[in-house]
Antibody
């Protein structure tokens, strides 16, 4: 059974870079049947898609975040990562990693439990 | 960007009743790429429906989805106590993925 687990600092200072990693267990980031994606959710609010990366290398980002966001995949470690630069308090949220699967027509069928990131000095 | 608008914002019903949740898109989208998620407090979202009407693995058959073009619906035929949660629709057919703002289903 595939599981995803987010990891990274829970507190980031304003103007710095937020870096998170999602470790995939029970499955492979090498498979061409999936994409790997990040979503965030500020407290009490809805879901905001950040971006996704296919194993082929194709990457899509939310236009509202594109200038500050980088997603990458490290198949040797079976992980994928998120970097958000120049963070502000508005980037405070629970960050989820998830998988989009071909056999569910690329809906997000597996999610990590989420990790809370607070931007504060 | 395709905007998804969910209604109602909050739905108050009793266990055993039928719930109908709506999701309207700002432009026509392929039903192949519309999904619904359930989220309970403190938990990650869970995929319920993909391709507008296909139930994800392990989802009870009281959950069903329908719709096309700009109007999509999630129906819960007979509410169980564990169904009270927030529900999000999502489209992922374009290079951009968007979510609706959510419908909160609460116990009346």
């Amino acid at each position: 059974q595939v599981q995803l687990q987010e990891s990274g600092p829970g507190l980031v200072k304003p103007s710095q870079t937020l870096s998170l990693t999602c470790t995939v267990s029970g499955g492979s980031t090498r498979s061409g049947s999936y994409y790997w994606t990040w979503i965030r959710q500020p407290a009490g609010k809805g879901l905001e898609w950040i971006g996704r990366m296919y194993t082929s290398g194709t990457i899509n980002y939310n236009p509202s975040l594109e200038s500050r966001v980088t997603i990458s995949v490290d198949t040797s470690k079976n992980q994928f990562s998120l970097n958000v630069t120049s963070v502000t308090a508005a980037d405070t949220a629970v960050y989820y990693c998830a998988r989009g699967a071909r056999n569910s027509l690329y809906a997000m069928d597996v999610w990590g439990q989420g990790t809370t990131v607070t931007v504060s000095s | 960007e395709i905007v998804l608008t969910q209604s109602p914002g909050t739905l108050s019903l009793s266990p055993g009743e039928r719930a109908t949740l709506s999701c309207r898109a700002s432009q026509s989208i392929s039903s192949d790429f519309v999904s619904w998620y359930q989220q309970k407090p403190g938990r990650a979202p869970r995929l319920l429906i993909y391709a507008a009407s296909s139930r994800a693995t392990g989802i009870p058959d009281r959950f069903s989805g329908s719709g096309s073009e700009t109007d999509f619906t999630l129906t819960i035929s007979r509410l169980e106590p564990e169904d009270f949660a927030v529900y999000y629709c999502q489209q992922y057919g374009s290079s951009q993925i968007t979510f609706g703002q959510g419908t909160r289903l609460e116990i009346k």
